[in-house]
Each structure stands twice: as structure tokens, then as C-alpha cells.
């Protein structure tokens, strides 16, 4: 079934929501790939009713350009997600979703999670995202969101939305899932050219380095080899980080106990790639984690 708008999909899930059934949420901005189709694939084990939507919010671009060229691929889109089992896909419109407007109405309180990283190197970004996340979730109201990994930082602020808005939902983070290279999906990567395809794993292959050296203590002096080495291989680096998992606040020297992330964020030409590791205790105990990482000549 395919919804159009607002008002539609509230009256649609009405019934629904009273009778108490479990409905599970992918928001998407189309373009999809298979890592949004695992998204779908889980809500699907987990929810009597699974509803994606496919919505390119302008809000949240810092880049007017950026969002003009976002591609756009809507016919396969919708086939996959028929396919993945997606039972309800919300199309809505711009004027639907904003009808008084592009203007933030109000100013979601983040604090330091819209500070640092992508708060740091996108401004403004954040509030985008949470002004169209506080409208779907309002429509929608599912018990439990799916979002994906490579995207931590926005699962945190999207977590931090539901905390403030009060919304009865649970977010469900998802592994990111990879290229047979190593590179994490993205509708992005479309943008890319083959020369440019060929160098986007290193991102990915910087990170595992960085990772190995932490199980040694090192990862400061990691952080800062693998951003020269992204720089010489034509990389425009923002930022590499390691902070805590779920505040992103910074870690200097890691208990080998508390959850950390390793981000990163960087340019090749105009395509900003952005990528993550998670690091619990256990992987460095188990097979878990991957093996050495040589830097290519």
C-alpha cells in the first residue's frame, strides 16, 4: 500500500495503533541499497506491521547543491521494498510534510551531541533531521524505529528526540552493512566515479587500523597516522574520533571495558563518506574483530 498523505496515514494507522499491533518503521530518503533492505528485513521478524518511508528532507541539507543532486531512483525503490516486506510506503510531499513551511518551528535542546562531529562539520543538520523524525514519528507513532549503524551520531540525536518528545518508540540500531571491499553502503556512493570507488574502502581500512592499535593503547598516534594517510591518498579528512558509544563524549585512554566508537568523516572530491567501528570488550577476546590491516603503497 502506498500513502501519500499526512492525514491518510494517521487515519490508516488508527485502527491499527488501538488494537495494539506492533508496527516497526524504516525511514529512508530512497535510493535504497541493501543495507536499508536489512532494516526492513529485521522490522519484519520483530512486527505485525512494517511501514517505511521515502522522503529527501531539504531541512537537513547544509548544501543546497548537495540536496539537488541527491539521487533519486524511486520505481526500483519501491519494488525492493515490496520485495524486503514492506507492507505500507509513505511518499509524502514537501508541502505535506512542511505546510507552514521550510522554518524550524522550534529548537530541539541537543546539547553536546550537535557539537561535535557531524554537529561540528554540518550546522544546523541535526535540527533538520529532528524536525522531519518529530513530524513521521508523530504520524506514524510505531512501536519500534530501525535506523542503521553508519549513522550513529544520528541515531544518538534521534534517541535524544524521542526523550524529549516523549514518543513511546524504541530505536533499533542495525549493523551497517558493507561492500565486499569493506565500504559502507551508502545512497551516496552512487555519486561516486570508478577511480573514486576504488579509493572509498581506505576509509573503512583507516579505521580497522586504528582499531587494531587500540587494543594496544596507541589509538591517538593511530588516529593520526591513518589522517595522513587518507590526506595522501586525496582524502579531505574532517575528523577520525574515538568517544564513548553512547554519548560520543572523547576517550583519551580506554578501560578496555566501556563501549567506544571510532568515527570518520572525509571528502573525496566533492562525496563526503562518513563510517564507524564499534568497540565493545569482547571483540578484542573472540574472533570478532577483523584481522591486520596493511596500508596499500
Known amino acids: 500500500m ?23 518503521f524504516v525511514p529512508t530518503m530512497g535510493a535504497l541499497h541493501p543495507g536499508h533492505l536489512k532494516l526492513v528485513s529485521r522490522a519484519r521478524k520483530e512486527n505485525e ?57 522550534k529548537h530541539y535542546p541537543l546539547g553536546y551531541l550537535e557539537e561535535v562531529l557531524e554537529g561540528k562539520y554540518r550546522p544546523g543538520h541535526f535540527q533538520g533531521v529532528c524536525q522531519v523524525v518529530n513530524r513521521l ?7 519500534q524505529l530501525y535506523l542503521g549503524q553508519k549513522d550513529l551520531q544520528q541515531c544518538l540525536v534521534i534517541t535524544k528526540l524521542i526523550q524529549l518528545e516523549s514518543f513511546e518508540t524504541t530505536v533499533v540500531i542495525c549493523t551497517t552493512q558493507r561492500e565486499t571491499d569493506g565500504l559502507a553502503m551508502s545512497s551516496r556512493n552512487m555519486r561516486l566515479s570508478a577511480e573514486e570507488r576504488l ?18 593503547g596507541r589509538a591517538q598516534s593511530a588516529i593520526e597516522a591513518a589522517i595522513v594517510f587518507l590526506q595522501e591518498q586525496d582524502f579531505k579528512v574532517d575528523y577520525i574520533f574515538l568517544a564513548r558509544m553512547d554519548t560520543l563524549e572523547p ?4 578501560d578496555g571495558s566501556t563501549p567506544v566508537a571510532i568515527l570518520a568523516a572525509a571528502f573525496l572530491n ?15 577476546s573472540s574472533e570478532a574483530l577483523p584481522g591486520p590491516v596493511s596500508y596499500p603503497e
Not at 514492506?86 to 505535506?96: A, M, R, S, W, Y
Not at 514519528?137 to 512501536?143: Q, S, V, Y
Request: aromatic letters at 10%; proline letters at 6%; hydrophobic letters at 45%.
Open 251 to 254: 576517550v583519551f585512554d580506554w
Open 2 to 24: 502506498l500513502i501519500r498523505e499526512p492525514a491518510e496515514m494517521r487515519q490508516y494507522l488508527q485502527e491499527k495503533l488501538a488494537a495494539g499491533i506492533a508496527t516497526g
Open 137 to 143: 514519528l508523530d504520524i506514524i507513532r510505531p512501536k
Open 270 to 284: 566533492n562525496i563526503r563518506l562518513i563510517d564507524n567501528i564499534i568497540i565493545r570488550e569482547e571483540d578484542f
Open 49 to 105: 506491521l512494517v511501514l517505511c518511508s521515502i522522503f529527501v528532507n531539504p531541512t537537513q541539507f547544509n548544501n543546497r547543491k548537495d540536496y539537488n543532486h541527491y539521487p533519486v531512483t524511486l520505481e526500483k525503490d519501491i519494488y525492493l521494498l515490496l520485495s524486503a516486506g514492506c507492507d505500507v510506503l509513505f511518499l509524502p510531499t514537501v508541502e505535506g510534510m512542511y505546510p507552514s513551511g521550510l522554518a524550524p518551528i
Open 199 to 216: 579509493k572509498a574502502p581506505l576509509l573503512y581500512q583507516a579505521l580497522l587500523k586504528v582499531t587494531r592499535a587500540l587494543s594496544h
